[in-house]
């Protein structure tokens, strides 16, 4: 009955922007950390952000810092993920999940119970 729900993926030119949406159904999302994650084509998945609970932080990992912010929309159990200044290596499924046991980036494990991923969504970055 808990799910996430993502969108807004897409293609983009080098340079551009797109913003994700995790949608959360069955909990409300603020309560806990959400964690987003990217699986580009031959890699192995990666967490590149964070959001703690009541948005207490937020961590980015250095290939996206500066670049990408993530925020939460209470009202609408929703978190987000706003991507500028895109690259060509940013391509990749982008997948969201809750809730992360911390959001330091020391950790990227999900509560071994109460763990949820998102569906994916394609971010393709191209010229």
């Known amino acids: 009955q808990l799910q996430l729900v993502e969108s807004g993926g897409g293609l983009v030119q080098p340079g551009g922007s797109l913003r994700l949406s995790c949608a959360a159904s069955?909990?409300?999302?603020?309560?806990?950390?959400i964690g987003w994650f990217r699986q580009a084509p031959g890699k192995e998945r990666e967490g590149i952000s964070c959001i703690s609970s009541g948005t207490r932080s937020t961590y980015y990992a250095d290939s996206v810092k500066g670049r990408f912010t993530t925020s939460r929309d209470k009202a609408k159990n929703t978190v987000y993920l706003q991507m500028n200044s895109l690259k060509p290596e940013d391509t990749a499924v982008y997948y969201c999940?809750?809730?992360?046991?911390?959001?330091?980036?020391?950790?990227?494990?999900?509560?071994?119970?109460?763990?949820?991923w998102g569906q994916g969504t394609l971010v393709t970055v191209s010229s």
């Open positions: 999940a809750a809730p992360l046991v911390r959001c330091d980036g020391s950790s990227w494990s999900l509560n071994r119970f109460l763990g949820v």
């Open positions: 069955g909990f409300t999302l603020d309560y806990y950390a």
